[in-house]
């Protein structure tokens, strides 16, 4: 698959309810995750393959840079939001990748509206954002448990560490 082809799953907010509305009406289970992804790891991976079984389409918001800072903190991302974007794209199991800004991604859910809200199992399923939305429409809200020993800022502790 082309560089360009990649390009193509990141698209802004309102392209992406376009799609979800065609997939649901051909049936399709649309799944929604979210998260920061910084420097993508095993877990991630992992993770997203999960979330992707779980229908038959996975569309991921990704924090912006100024999202994550307010986060993670001023010393974060490690990678930039275009990189962390076409990383993602790279995935053959990501459909779409949208972008927000806002610090969390309650906007988009409301906008894509999806069959299927995911987080891993850091989240408490009540407390995710989005939990009212998919339920609402009669969607689920579902976590997936973690792959131990891996996280982005035990990544960035070890490199921190190894280079003192
Ligand atoms: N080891 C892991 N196993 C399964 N899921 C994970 C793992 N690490 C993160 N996730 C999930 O991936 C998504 C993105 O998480 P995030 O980008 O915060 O990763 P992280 O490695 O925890 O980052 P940080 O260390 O900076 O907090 C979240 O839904 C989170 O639950
Ligand atoms: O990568 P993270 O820190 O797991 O992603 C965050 O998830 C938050 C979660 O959806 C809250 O229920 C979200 O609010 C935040 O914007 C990050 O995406």
């Known amino acids: 698959m082309a560089l360009i082809s990649f390009k193509s799953k990141i698209v802004e907010a309102a392209k992406a309810a376009e799609m ?19 420097i993508l790891h095993r877990g991630h991976v992992e993770y997203l393959a999960k979330a992707a079984e779980k229908g038959s389409r996975l569309l991921l918001g ?8 307010r986060i993670k903190g001023p010393t974060r991302p490690i990678v930039d939001q ?22 969390t991604p309650y906007e988009l859910i409301k906008t894509v ?6 987080k891993g199992a850091d989240y408490k399923v ?3 954002v989005g939990y009212d939305i998919v339920c609402e429409r009669g969607g689920s809200v579902e976590t997936i448990s973690f792959v131990d020993g891996f ?7 070890k490199i921190a560490h190894e280079l003192k």
Do not use: Y
């Not at 990704?62 to 800072?69: A, C, E, G, I, K």
């Open 20 to 38: 979800v509305q065609q997939w649901q009406g051909e049936h399709e289970r649309v799944v929604f995750t979210n998260g920061c992804f910084d």
């Open 62 to 69: 990704l924090n912006t840079d100024s999202s994550v800072r």
């Open 82 to 103: 275009e990189s962390r974007a076409i990383v993602l794209a790279a995935l053959g199991f990501v459909d779409l990748i949208v972008l927000f800004d806002e610090d």
């Open 113 to 118: 509206q999806p069959d299927v809200l995911v």
């Open 126 to 128: 009540e407390d995710i």
């Open 151 to 157: 996280s982005t800022t035990q990544i960035i502790d």
